[in-house]
């Protein structure tokens, strides 16, 4: 029996498991990866305290730093939730149970796809989410970006390094990624923006070699030779598992107050499969580390708002 089981590794789950550790709180994460969408991203600026960062290597020093204090890292993806009295089940995709007296969950979002023809049946053979994780797999070959937001901007600027040329589609007229990512867009020559354009096809045999892409503003269309295909366009929540559980918005995110509650007692969530706002790897943490704090708090049975001594604020 676990005091907290932690759903996700990323930096939301991983703040967490840090937290209740230091707590002596029996705390298990289980993940189907490690580092969540910090992890797909190669140059961190803006987290505090850390000028320069890689976020495989930032996420791993999150893990470290959490095991340390004896959380404990299990890779088993999560299947199914189970409420079993006052206590809940947590089943894995190996079959395996883990019960835990208080829940966090965690698990961010999924890579949105572009559903159209061709990119299911090439997923792994050409199309791919992650460019941190295979830019180099594309060394001298043409490559697409789908995207304009931070992301896309940013996958592009890995690329163009590795691939012999690179092309972003977006389908506005203008970027929406950081100011100081577009002004380094506009200094690479093989990069090719191509705004206000959309893929409406993805082709090849055995592996991708080119896509259709329609102009929105000339509605004329045209195929782009491209050895890979990288979606940059966003993630969305995946909490199929949860079934009932916790209440969720719209967009399927968990609706949580500001103690990082749910709406099932004992059950509590953190960072980007939330509804907090602005989707940061340093507000993911910190809310992780309310969510460990208040999973204490519940278990403890100290009452809500129960100011925290000073001699604990170094935990």
Known sequence: MYDVVIIGAGAAGLSAALYAARRSLRTLVLTKNLGGQTATTLGIENYPGVPQAEGPALMDTFRQQAELFGAQLIYDPVAQVKRDGDQFIVIGESGKSYPGRALILAFGKVPRHLQVPGEQEFANKGVVYCATCD?????????????????????ALLLF???????????????????????????????????????????????????????????????????????????????????SLVKLNRASEIIIDSFNRTSTLGVFAAGDVTTVPFKQTIISAGEGAKAALSAYNYLNDIPVGTAIEDHNRSS
Not at 136 to 155: H, N, Q, R, T
Not at 218 to 225: A, D, H, P, V
Request: proline fraction near 1%; glycine fraction near 8%.
């Open 135 to 155: 830019a180099p797999l594309f060394a001298g070959k043409d490559v697409a970006v789908v995207g304009g937001g931070s992301a896309a901007v940013d996958a």
């Open 161 to 243: 390094k590795i691939a012999n040329r690179v092309y972003l589609l977006h389908r506005r007229g203008d970027l929406k990624a950081e100011e100081v990512l577009v002004k380094r867009l506009q200094r690479e020559s093989k990069i090719e923006l191509m705004l206000n354009s959309i893929v409406t096809a993805i082709q090849g045999e055995d592996f991708v070699s080119q896509i259709i892409v329609e102009n929105l503003t000339t509605k004329e269309s045209n195929s782009l030779s491209v050895q890979g295909v990288f979606v940059e366009i966003g993630y969305e929540v995946k909490a199929d598992f949860l079934t």
